[in-house]
């Protein structure tokens, strides 16, 4: 059974760094791709990036400038740095993993429950 | 890039069928078939159900079905059921390497 696991600080100062990470346990992080997105309150989906345990990496262009997402393999874990936050960054923020087959990705099979982190002074 | 276009909400009766769209451009649900739709309930984590345009996953009832005709994705669901009111998201892959969703649908059963 596959289960991701999202943890890091609820609440964030204005201009600050957002920091999460994300647990996997029932599957090796090398066997996929992974993805954060995030939803702020009452509003869509928004996909943030993706990463593989290679390091490669690609990111949504409007957040590009200011997200780094990593990948620590002998944690089994990964993780998403989002700078100079501002309210526009409160969300729940979900982790997920990519079902892939031959490196060719489709959509998301795991997710995991996903965390609040409120940006505020 | 931007959200792929959804209608903001839908509704029908149970037993009704209804069909919400999504669409985008030739750069996302035009040129792929890695189009997916999520249902996502209050406070929950989405689940999907439809991959690859109109395949579903184990588990997911034969009601719900997917189609694409050139840049406009659809989901519909058969035989309406008050089970299936909730959110819903198509998703895309890009031709950037990137991804986007749809800006969600609320289906409610009268």
């Known amino acids: 059974q596959v289960q991701l696991q999202e943890s890091g600080p609820g609440l964030v100062t204005p201009s600050e760094t957002l920091s999460l990470t994300c647990a996997v346990s029932g599957d090796s992080i090398s066997s996929s791709y992974w993805s954060w997105i995030r939803q702020p309150p009452g509003k869509g989906l928004e996909w943030v990036g993706y990463?593989?345990?290679?390091?490669?990496?690609n990111y949504s262009p409007s957040l590009k400038s200011r997200v780094t997402i990593s990948v620590d393999t002998s944690k089994n874990q990964f993780s998403l740095k989002v700078y100079s936050v501002t309210a526009a960054d409160t969300a729940v923020y979900f982790c997920?993993?990519?079902?892939?087959?031959?490196?060719?990705?489709?959509?998301?099979?795991?997710w995991g429950q996903g965390t609040l982190v409120t940006v505020s002074s | 890039q931007s959200a792929l276009t959804q209608p903001a909400s839908v509704s029908g009766s149970p037993g009704q069928s209804i069909t919400i769209s999504c669409t985008g451009t030739s750069s996302d649900v035009g040129n792929y078939k890695f189009v997916s739709w999520y249902q996502q309930y209050p406070g929950k984590a989405p689940k999907v159900m439809i991959y690859e345009v109109s395949k579903r996953p184990s588990g997911v009832s034969d009601r719900f079905s997917g189609s694409k005709s050139g840049n406009t994705a659809t989901l519909t669901i058969s035989g309406l059921q008050a089970e299936d009111e909730a959110d819903y998201y198509c998703?895309?892959?890009?031709?950037?390497?990137?991804?986007?969703f749809g800006g969600g649908t609320k289906l409610t059963v009268l």
């Open positions: 997920a993993r990519y079902y892939c087959i031959g490196g060719t990705c489709s959509h998301f099979d795991y």
């Open positions: 998703y895309s892959y890009t031709v950037s390497d990137t991804w986007v």
């Open positions: 990463i593989h345990y290679s390091g490669s990496a």
